[in-house]
T-cell receptor, first 109, second 112 residues
Framework: GQNIDQPTEMTATEGAIVQINCTYQ??????LFWYQQHAGEAPTFLSY??LDGLEEKGRFSSFLSRSKGYSYLLLKELQMKDSASYLC??????????WGAGTKLIIKP | TAGITQAPTSQILAAGRSMTLRCTQD?????MYWYRQDLGLGLRLIHY???????GKGEVPDGYSVSRANTDDFPLTLASAVPSQTSVYFC???????????FGEGSRLTVL
């Protein structure tokens, strides 16, 4: 079966750096997405990786290793507004998105 | 820019009643989706439509139906609601360079 694994919850300190990991087992691979979802709101797009390596976008970076079935989202200079759930999703061989359950990130002052 | 509009935002429904969740987009995206989101689970695809006039079943289609008469509208109907359909429902469309999803604000449905 297809599976996306990410930690359920993480805690970090304001101003610090946090890395949220995502491992996947899917039938084929056509890209990996990270979304941010604040409580009670809709998910919003953060990043997309289809080739191995690091994609940087401001304070957020996303890394992909297709051979290892692994990605991470790196958040730098954490702010209180970064408290949210972070969703990892993989597009499989049928171009259908497979979603992880999300990682709830708690930022403490 | 409105993006995707869902209605209603919240609804309490008696079991056995029917309900239609409305979804309208103004981005002219071909593909649209309905997901449900439950605590501790990832987003689960209910139905999708790759283009106007076509629909397909997702991971959890039972008890739900959709139609896609035009590009902009993609309503989701529960013919006879059951308590297990209590959830938050998100409508989405895909577009852009990466094909990322754009989500509506969600419809919180409680079936009693």
């Amino acid at each position: 079966g297809q599976n996306i694994d990410q930690p359920t919850e993480m805690t970090a300190t304001e101003g610090a750096i946090v890395q949220i990991n995502c491992t996947y087992q899917t039938s084929g691979f056509n890209g990996l997405f990270w979304y941010q979802q604040h409580a009670g709101e809709a998910p919003t797009f953060l990043s997309y990786n289809v080739l191995d390596g690091l994609e940087e976008k401001g304070r957020f970076s996303s890394f992909l290793s297709r051979s290892k079935g692994y990605s991470y989202l790196l958040l730098k200079e954490l702010q209180m507004k970064d408290s949210a759930s972070y969703l990892c999703a993989v597009k499989d061989s049928n171009y259908q998105l497979i979603w992880g359950a999300g990682t709830k990130l708690i930022i403490k002052p | 820019t409105a993006g995707i509009t869902q209605a209603p935002t919240s609804q309490i429904l008696a079991a056995g009643r029917s309900m239609t969740l409305r979804c309208t987009q103004d981005m002219r995206h071909n593909a649209m989706y309905w997901y449900r989101q439950d605590l501790g689970l990832g987003l689960r695809l209910i139905h999708y439509s790759n283009t106007a006039g076509t629909t397909g079943k997702g991971e959890v289609p039972d008890g739900y139906s959709v139609s896609r008469a035009n590009t902009d509208d993609f309503p989701l109907t529960l013919a006879s609601a059951v308590p297990s359909q209590t959830s938050v429902y998100f409508c989405a469309s895909s577009g852009g360079v990466t094909g990322e999803l754009f989500f509506g604000e969600g419809s919180r449905l409680t079936v009693l």
